[in-house]
């Protein structure tokens, strides 16, 4: 027996138009495996570097008298340790930014050169309308916070190894020897170098707090997946074409019969 179609009310109706809209319907991929590691990677280096970094720069839980030296030497150890994996995964991200396969990072440039693009993300940003479709990965305020966050990085690397030659004199530390003390003379001496690699300790700060507040209003804003989207690699979000249900006051609906272009490809 077939069943009979179930017919909604004008106020049902509204209801389940505020529903449809927000179910998510596509699932694009956007962050290969290698991108997700490196991004956890880095949040935990970071982490342990801010940690370890500012209690070298003040050892607070020693008696200045004491000889136990113990826990500013495990500081500096894993200072050091994830020191070495933020330089790695700075150069490997660079490097895959500009030669993976995959061309979506690349291609958020050309949202970056073009004034149309960036006029429509802020006008996003400010709740003036929607941001047009992106060729890339990234809008263009995010790839110029990246690339500034990248040349940040550079920064604290390259202070953190002209440091960490100073102190280590063989090996690695040998061979940074020279470029370190060239490095060290630009910036007008040691103790600059120091100051360097503390200051910009401050905007790695600021970039996390601001970039988590970003991604969660992101998501929030515009109805698509953020935070998540950096653990699964997929980007869920509502299809761009789906057209609000046609509701009139004077028709009904039979729910039975799909209203949504079946076009998902979850
Ligand atoms: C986000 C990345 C990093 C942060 C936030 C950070 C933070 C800091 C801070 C706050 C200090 C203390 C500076 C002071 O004495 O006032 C420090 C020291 C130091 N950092 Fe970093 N750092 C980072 C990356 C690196 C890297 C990549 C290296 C290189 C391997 C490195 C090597 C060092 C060394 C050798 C010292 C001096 C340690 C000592 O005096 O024994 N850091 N860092």
Redesign the pocket.
Known sequence: MSESPQVLSASQQVKLKGRVTHIPTMREFAFTPLIRIFHWLRFL??MI??I???????PFLMDPKSTDVLI?GWM?FS??I???I??CI?ISRNYLFLFSKDKSERRSLLDALSIDRWRSQIKAYVFLGKPDEKSGLYGPLQLVTYASFYS??LI??L??????S???HEGLGQLLYAPASWLTYICGGLANV??I??W??WV??VFLIVHVYMVIWTGIRFKKAAVDAIISGYDYHTHAHIEPFPVTTSESVNINEPTIPNKSIL
């Open positions: 280096a970071i570097l801010l370890s970094g500012f209690y070298i720069a003040w500013q500096r200072h050091l994830f020191g070495f933020f330089s700075t940040c990085s604290m690397v202070t953190g190894l002209a440091l960490y100073r102190v280590y120091r100051n690699h503390h910009f300790t790695f700060i």
